[in-house]
């Protein structure tokens, strides 16, 4: 890892003495750490008032038992998670990760990329994270519903349209949302929309939610197309994952003319040089829940079990699947494969050893706090729609998207440009988003 700034590594130091052994954690401190050496230089009010300790540091952290009976009637234990991290821009807000990897590293560093993440949409949305060790695959509908009343029964306490707002993430989707919601009004006699973002349509959720982060990440790269004077026409590209995040970038990059030849999930990838049929891919992961090796099966198409999907050559790659999916050996593969982008999807998606791999080689790279925020920025519309009681057309929702995506482009090449690193929109993003964070913490005192 690169050395940092003498300030910074007596912060990141107290960070690793703090929290041992939550390494995701620490490497989502030190991606952001590594970009503030110049910001501490030109401004010491940072370091006087310890405002990057007290950023690395939680508000709340919140562990708990969620008892629940399964369908054979044995009492199953999992642990319920929600870090309130940063509330200094407004009320804690991100999503929900129920999957058996999800431990308090994991929701902290969910957590401290929140942070980052929600400054740059510009709206007013602090960061929090949560989830559980809850594996959903293979459980009943009833097994779902159940274990997400038996979180929520816990969780009520913590969060409100004020207070703290989840939505959903890996594993918690529409159905999830639904049941999580669904247990909050019962306990807290509340119809409280805002409470919890990503609902469904008839009962409070925003057009294009759904769409959101897939459709984000696209019209980030996008973004970066045209400052080429270029497009997605005719693009190979390759998509990691087939979840939600997965699943609307390919929609979207096929709206705008670009080949999506692969997809993946844990088991393997797809390959199809004429393209991802995109209804059969939703038919089987949103209607059937059922593995992408069983799109092949229906599309005649080849899958290839257990190997990278980063093996297959494109323009532009979109890691959309999870964190530390694409190490230096499949960044070197990308570049030799004449991969020119790479846009995350997912939260923290490259190793810190991928992202020098693909700078050095001159492959821009857009990190998931800028790339990826077009989910969270989708929600805080939602939180207007519910606060106002209205709801606004398809239309009018993914401009106002389209505009926030633009918006976080062009501040972080900005803010690159100001602190000397052109082009760098890891460095834009770090800065543009810890500063507008910062400035708020000053303003509100030692709390
Ligand atoms: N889980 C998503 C993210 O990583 C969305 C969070 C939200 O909508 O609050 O940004």
């Not at 952290?61 to 399964?70: A, G, L």
């Not at 929140?114 to 009943?140: C, E, H, V, W, Y």
Request: aromatic share 8%; charged share 25%; net charge negative.
């Amino acid at each position: 890892m690169p050395v940092l700034d003498e300030k910074l590594a007596d912060t990141y130091a107290e960070v690793l003495r703090r929290n041992p052994g939550e390494t995701e954690f620490h490497q989502s401190v030190h991606e952001v750490l590594d970009s503030l050496g110049p910001v501490v230089a030109k401004h010491p009010e940072y370091t006087d008032a310890a405002v990057i300790n007290r950023l690395c540091e939680p508000e709340r952290q919140i562990i708990f038992r969620v008892p629940w009976v399964d369908d054979r009637g044995t009492v199953q234990i999992n642990r319920g998670f929600r870090v309130e991290f940063n509330s200094a821009l407004g009320p804690y807000k991100g999503g929900l990760r129920f999957h058996p990897t999800v431990y308090l590293g994991i929701v902290k560093f969910l957590g401290f990329e929140q942070i980052f993440k929600n400054a740059l949409t510009g709206m007013p949305i602090g960061g929090g994270k949560g989830g559980s060790d809850f594996d959903p695959k293979g459980r009943s509908d009833g097994e779902v519903m159940r274990f997400c009343q038996a979180y929520m029964t816990e969780l009520y306490r913590h969060i409100g349209e004020y207070t703290d707002v989840p939505a959903g993430d890996i594993g918690v989707g529409g159905r999830e949302i639904g049941y999580l919601f669904g247990q909050y009004k019962r306990i807290t006699n509340r119809y409280e929309s805002g409470v919890l973002t990503g609902k469904g349509l008839a009962w409070g959720g925003s057009l294009v939610r759904k769409e959101a982060t897939g459709y984000g990440t696209v019209f980030f790269v996008e973004e970066i197309l045209r400052h080429r004077q270029d497009s997605f026409e005719g693009k190979r590209v390759v998509v990691s994952g087939s979840g939600n995040v997965a699943m609307y970038a390919i929609e979207r990059v096929q709206q705008l003319g670009g080949i999506v030849v692969a997809c993946s999930d844990s088991g393997g990838y797809v390959v199809e040089e004429k393209g991802i049929d995109l209804d059969e891919l939703k038919h089987t992961k949103e209607i059937r829940r059922a593995r992408l090796s069983e799109y092949a099966d229906a599309r005649s198409a080849a899958f290839v079990e257990g190997r990278s999907i980063w093996e297959v050559p494109c323009d532009i790659a979109l890691p959309c699947a999870t964190q530390n999916e694409l190490n230096g050996h499949d960044a070197a593969q990308l570049v030799a494969g004449g991969c020119t982008i790479v846009a995350e999807g997912a939260n923290m998606p490259c190793t810190p050893e991928a992202v020098r791999v693909l700078t050095d080689a001159g492959v821009v790279f857009a990190p998931g706090k800028a790339a990826n925020a077009g989910g969270v920025a989708t929600s805080a519309l939602e939180m207007q729609q519910n606060a106002s009681r209205d709801s606004w057309s398809f239309e009018y929702t993914q401009d106002r998207l389209g505009s926030i995506m633009r918006g976080i482009h062009d501040r972080c090449l900005e803010t690159a440009d100001e602190y000397g690193a052109p082009g760098n929109y890891v460095v834009g993003a770090n800065i543009a988003g810890f500063i507008k964070v910062a400035d708020a913490m000053l303003a509100l005192g030692v709390i």
